[in-house]
């Protein structure tokens, strides 16, 4: 799959139209890179994408955390991790 190159907009764009700004990043599904003065200082992506990046990097956060303690000779019962794991997914696909 080829990523979709991100729109880049001024924020006076924004300010004067926000609609239609909203409106073409949802079509395009690609991410808007909001400029200030020439500079980028900010990245608008739709709702759906906010989640399931917040979901993939709280698995990852998990599986970093684990893999830390597994050194340190911690850890966790397997029913636990994979229960934790279901509840993660689950909320991913909500």
Request: hydrophobic share 40%.
């Amino acid at each position: 799959m080829i990523p979709k190159l991100p729109a880049v907009i001024p924020i006076s764009d924004l300010q004067r139209d926000a609609v239609s700004v909203l409106e073409r990043q949802r079509l395009s599904g690609a991410p808007t890179v909001i400029t200030e003065r020439g500079r980028e200082t900010a990245v608008l992506i739709d709702i759906e994408t906010f989640r399931r990046t917040e979901s993939e990097r709280e698995i990852l956060a998990a599986l970093a955390q684990g893999e830390q303690e597994v050194g340190e000779g911690l850890g966790y019962d397997l029913d636990e991790v994979m229960s934790e794991a279901d509840r993660l997914l689950a909320l991913k696909e909500t």
